[in-house]
């Protein structure tokens, strides 16, 4: 009777499907970003692999391949100065090519890329950190961690980045 019972036991539990069921969990403090919410998700993979490519691209100066990804008007918030610049995507060549100005050379280090979106926003931001190393016209180089925060909004363009810069040992 045991060995019957072991039996109708095992059969039940191999009988038994498994079923994955994903959650979306929110989680963190809304309180400054735009449209408030209830807590952040995690966005896509694809949104951070967009916001990588714009990194990479700009150390090479591919203004192509950044103008693919960007909306007709977006704002630069640099690390310094604390001034907002609204570029069009008609001027974006000419402000690549200034912000370049002063380097032979970028080399872009991606450490992570980590995409979230308030929960039940279809606006996302990818956290993007990364050394950067310039090596500068007049000879001098330099390496930089740097963190840009990359808005995409729902029609896959980025509309805002924020950049902060820390000196790298």
Not at 26 to 49: K, L, N
Not at 126 to 151: A, C, N, Q
């Amino acid at each position: 009777m045991k060995k019957i019972l072991f039996l109708l036991f095992i059969m039940s539990i191999i009988g038994c499907e498994t079923k994955t069921v994903e959650v979306e969990k929110s989680a963190g403090i809304v309180e400054r970003y735009p449209g408030g919410g209830d807590g952040f998700v995690m966005a896509s993979t694809e949104d951070a692999q967009m916001a990588v490519d714009l990194i990479l691209a700009f150390a090479d100066k591919d203004v192509e391949t950044m103008k693919e990804s960007i909306a007709d008007t977006s704002i630069y918030l640099p690390p310094y100065g604390g001034k907002a610049m609204t570029t069009y995507l008609s001027d974006f060549e000419d402000v690549i090519i200034a912000l370049h100005e002063p380097y032979d050379s970028i080399k872009r280090t991606l450490w992570n890329a980590i995409p979230i979106k308030v929960k039940g926003s279809e606006n996302s931001s990818v956290t993007v950190s990364f050394k950067e190393d310039r090596f500068y016209k007049d000879g001098t180089e330099e390496s930089l961690r740097i963190i840009d925060r990359i808005f995409i909004n729902s029609e896959k363009k980025v509309y805002r980045i924020h950049q902060w810069i820390a000196e790298l040992e």
